[in-house]
């Protein structure tokens, strides 16, 4: 349902070993419409809508 989004991240590496991730993602809202009929032959619209952001955390360790 989502058609359009952006995203950032970005890595910082503390030593050679241990490094820290953060990352964005924000979809922006989209909105779907429909008619139709339900069970009993009535006339129905529904509308669906989606937008959603989202953090991203990540640590590395390596070995």
Known sequence: MVEH??????GFDI????????????????T?????????GQPVELESSLSESSFDFGLTWRF
């Open 32 to 40: 779907i419409s429909e008619k139709g009929t339900d069970i009993t």
């Open 15 to 30: 030593t050679e070993r241990f490094g820290v991730h953060l990352g964005f993602m924000h979809a922006f809202k989209n």
């Open 5 to 10: 989004h952006v995203t950032f991240g970005v």
